[in-house]
T-cell receptor
């Protein structure tokens, strides 16, 4: 079983739409959680960390549900520039390893 | 800004060659990682290192080895390259065991022919 599972998409949405991605993780000992963004042919870059109480950064909102072992990312008022692959990442402190989901592709269309 | 630099963007090597991929970070990070990224499989951890001369196997270490002689440099070695090692290789570093982000190099696209 994969450590982190994501719907690969693609999600095709019009500009201005709200879109949400979920990601599930298998290890209940996971300690920290992130969303990374990866543009085509580029390296992944941190979009935002995910905190237990949920957190927001402009149009982006991240939520963590430890009981059900999933994290979510909500993007409001989608822009063309949001088109990318979004990677869900969990970190196990004891092993200091980052586990990446295979990514969810988002296409925002005019 | 943290900078993680990989020595090559593109490499083409022949089957059986010994291949070295180099990675350097400039922020005194303790931890360094090598991943490969393949379509539909995402990023898979090959090896990581939490200190100089220390290394741990990741999820897919077979066919690879690593070297960390200096804190800033982490090398991935393909002992005898094979066509199934054709992939995008990404190096990353992170500060410590606490919940800090991983910073990635720009990636090396390796083709083994």
């Amino acid at each position: 079983r994969k450590e982190v599972e994501q719907d690969p998409g693609p999600f095709n949405v019009p500009e201005g739409a709200t879109v949400a991605f979920n990601c599930t993780y298998s290890n209940s000992a996971s300690q920290s959680f992130f969303w990374y963004r990866q543009d085509c042919r580029k390296e992944p870059k941190l979009l935002m960390s995910v905190y237990s109480s949920g957190n927001e950064d402009g149009r982006f909102t991240a939520q963590l549900n430890r009981a059900s072992q999933y994290i979510s990312l909500l993007i409001r008022d989608s822009k063309l520039s949001d088109s990318a692959t979004y990677l869900c990442v969990v970190n196990l402190y004891n092993f200091n390893k980052f586990y990446f989901g295979s990514g969810t592709k988002l296409n925002v269309k005019p | 800004d943290v900078k993680v630099t990989q020595s090559s963007r593109y490499l083409v090597k022949r089957t059986g060659e010994k291949v070295f991929l180099e990675c350097v970070q400039d922020m005194d990070h303790e931890n360094m990682f090598w991943y490969r990224q393949d379509p539909g499989l995402g990023l898979r951890l090959i090896y990581f290192s939490y200190d100089v001369k220390m290394k741990e196997k990741g999820d897919i270490p077979e066919g690879y080895s690593v070297s960390r002689e200096k804190k800033e440099r982490f090398s991935l070695i393909l002992e005898s390259a094979s066509t199934n090692q054709t992939s995008m290789y990404l190096c990353a570093s992170s500060l410590s065991l606490t919940d800090t982000e991983a910073f990635f190099g720009q990636g090396t696209r390796l083709t083994v022919v």
